[in-house]
């Protein structure tokens, strides 16, 4: 298990060498230290996620050094290693190192590689100290580290004002969260004495029924900590309510979004979640809160996703309603079903993020889906790799026959345990999971059509034909205007390939591992094997509901996309307050901006104009030197120049002078 220190600290120290190094040399030196390190740290993560699958391993503890000891809080920097632990490894340095080789080539072009590559490198090393976190201040100490990076890597191009904006309204709104967490971590500490993970979770089961007072009010101890501690995981993980710095990300390099925004910093809430699940289970209330919001934020984003035009934004949205999905298993108990979803998740979702790339790359940065069309003849391999992360998000696959594309093992089984559960809230979750997994399958599919299929519409793109060469020699025989689109380098379709091969199979590999081995869990979550019993016996019409209804998004997606073309602009000026409600992301930035930003700037003018200029300038240096300016005025006019005139005045000093010594 000392391996993990290799994991941990390589991509750190391959980050400050790129940083440090910078311009003064190539940038493939960058690139290669980068890329080397995480693939390294890739190759030594899957056999300790592989010997926690075979049951070989057991959870360890590996110290780095004495961190804190002040009075009664004391802890250790440590890196904890268990079956949680492990699958996060995976997920993050393989997905890191795929997406820092496809950089190579989508980056090629950037003057700034080896600050981007350093960045990557910098963000991986502060995940990683967030999973493998013994204790809650450690764990915060990763979770501010990739919030510095991603604000690092939002703003990439801070020439771009829409970049610099996306980048300072990620790290405003997860301050927001932070705040939250931050205070879930002084409650803990005052309830429990401690910071150490294990021993609040050990302790946890027998503070169920604790109260405590809050807000002038009786409430149950368990409940307030833990939904302090969920309100960081809905900043982090862009839940409903403080989702909406996600779509605006997208302002950073595509690469970018498929590290962060897809397979690894947004399941930081998610993961957390899980390992303090043996706390929530003693918090029922915080629990329905996880279960309602994450429901939420799984068919709010899904509507929104429907109406945006923008394949990087639609992927966004898709991504806030996949964790959603996350969100609400857990609430109801299903850990291990939650996890599972994030690992099948991490694979298809970066697949279509960096297949969404090389899209982009191809129609020379456009990425209004309008502008696409008949794309599948000219990109085959990209086209075939988006179709296997599109067969996996939708979960095609059939129950009876046991096959199924990753989607298929991970979602259906959410829905079947939220159903399962038997309760209102579970009920609820599932129905709004259904109706989610409709839309996922319909904008899905939606985005496969409008840009593969269909006619070639890159001809109509201002953009595309005035980036591009148009001699006769370069255009040849073309019709479209003298662009091809073309396909990606190598360097970007091996890690397309490798993440279609985990969106085929990681499902049907693993799903028995993560959903009914209890024993692969260890202590590491709370696992419940009744609910997954239950899961197992729901009725069949509950375990097809999720393939009937990808099945409808299909059929309405390729009546509207591909056999009538018309329908989209009918349906959208015959539902047309609905449309703009979906299309605007139900308004929630224009509530915001009147709520808290014209607010906050109407007060920063007061205190401007009536505190700064008002008071303090006016009877500070502005007063002091009205002050002097009229005492100078009279002063001058003592400084007559004549003789007679100061001995005047020294007469009238001495005067005084013996007057006040005498009397």
């Known amino acids: 298990m000392n391996s993990i220190l290799f994991i941990v600290f390589l991509p750190l120290l391959a980050a400050v ?15 290669s230290i980068t890329t ?22 057991e959870a360890s503890v590996v110290p780095v050094l004495t961190w804190v000891q002040s009075g009664a809080l004391s802890f250790d920097w440590a890196l904890r290693v268990d079956t949680l632990t492990a699958v996060m490894l995976v997920v993050i340095t393989t997905v890191s190192a795929l997406v820092h080789l496809y950089s190579w080539g989508y980056m090629e072009e950037d003057p700034d590689q080896p600050r981007f590559f350093a960045y990557l490198s910098l963000f991986t090393f502060a995940m990683l100290m967030l999973v493998t976190a013994d204790n ?51 409650g803990t500490f005052w309830v429990f004495g401690t910071v150490s993970i294990p021993e609040i979770l050990e302790a946890a089961p ?12 009786r409430v149950h101890t368990m409940d307030v900590l833990c939904i302090l501690l969920f309100i960081g995981a809905m900043g ?3 839940q409903l309510g403080l989702h909406t710095w996600l779509p605006d990300a997208m302002e950073g390099p595509t690469p970018v979004s498929a590290l962060i925004h897809a397979a690894t910093m947004v399941t930081a ?3 957390m979640v899980c390992r303090l699940s043996p706390m929530f289970e003693t918090a029922p209330v915080a629990l329905g809160m996880v279960t309602f919001i994450g429901a939420a934020t799984c068919i709010f984003a899904a509507t929104v996703g429907t109406t945006q035009w923008d394949i990087k934004r639609v992927i966004a949205y898709s991504t806030c309603s996949q964790l959603g999905y996350m969100f609400f298993a857990a609430g109801v108990g299903a850990y291990g079903a939650a996890m599972f979803h994030l690992f099948t998740h991490a694979f298809f979702k970066a697949l279509l993020f960096l297949g969404a790339g090389s899209v982009i790359h191809a129609m020379h940065h456009e990425q209004d889906m309008r502008y696409y069309g008949n794309l599948r003849k000219h990109i085959p391999l990209t086209f075939w790799a988006m179709m296997a992360g599109t067969l996996a998000i939708t979960g095609v696959g059939i129950y009876h026959l046991g096959a199924g594309f990753a989607g298929f093992w991970s979602k259906d089984a959410i829905l079947e345990v939220a159903y399962g559960r038997g309760t209102e809230l579970g009920n609820f979750a599932f129905w709004m999971g259904t109706l989610a997994a409709l839309l996922t399958s319909f904008y899905s599919w939606r985005l496969m059509f409008l840009t593969f299929w269909g006619k070639p519409r890159w001809i109509e793109s201002e953009h595309i034909q005035h980036s591009v060469h148009k001699t006769p020699e370069e255009a040849g025989e073309d019709t479209t205007g003298g662009y091809h689109p073309h396909e990606s380098p190598l360097s970007m379709l091996i890690p397309l390939g490798v993440l279609s091969v985990g969106a085929v199979l990681a499902g049907q590999v693993f ?7 209890a024993a692969f869990w260890g202590q590491s979550i709370f696992y419940n094997e009744d609910l997954i019993h239950r899961m197992h016996a729901v009725p069949y019409l509950v375990k097809y509901a999720a393939f009937i209804v990808m099945l409808i998004g299909l059929f309405v997606a390729w009546l509207a996309y591909i056999k009538d073309t018309s329908i989209p602009g009918k349906a959208a000026e015959q539902l047309g307050p609905v449309y703009r409600f979906f299309y605007n992301k139900w308004y929630f930035d224009e509530l915001y901006h009147y709520l808290f930003v014209v607010p906050a700037f109407w007060l920063g003018r007061q205190f401007w104009k009536l505190g700064d200029i008002g008071t303090i300038d006016r009877f500070g240096p502005n007063g002091v030197a009205w002050v002097i300016e009229k005492g100078s005025v009279g002063a001058k006019k003592f400084q007559t120049g004549y003789l007679y005139s100061y001995a005047l005045v020294m007469l009238l000093g001495l005067v005084a002078a013996v007057t006040w010594v005498l009397f």
């Open 17 to 31: 060498v790129a940083g440090l190094v910078n311009k003064s040399a190539p940038s493939v030196f960058a690139k």
């Open 36 to 57: 080397g390190a995480l693939f390294i740290s890739c190759a030594l993560s899957w056999p300790i996620f592989l010997s926690f699958v075979s049951g070989s391993a």
């Open 136 to 186: 809650l201040v450690q764990m915060f100490f990763g979770w501010e580290g990739v919030g510095l990076a991603s604000y690092l890597l939002i703003g990439f191009w801070f020439k771009k004002p829409s970049a610099n904006a996306a980048a300072i309204k990620a790290f405003v709104v997860n301050r927001v969260g932070d705040l939250g967490f931050m205070l879930g971590i002084f």
């Open 206 to 217: 027998g503070m169920s029924g604790a109260t405590i007072g809050f807000l002038g009010l």
């Open 236 to 238: 982090k993980s862009a």
């Open 269 to 271: 809430g998610v993961f």
């Open 511 to 517: 799903a028995p591992t993560f959903l009914d081995d």
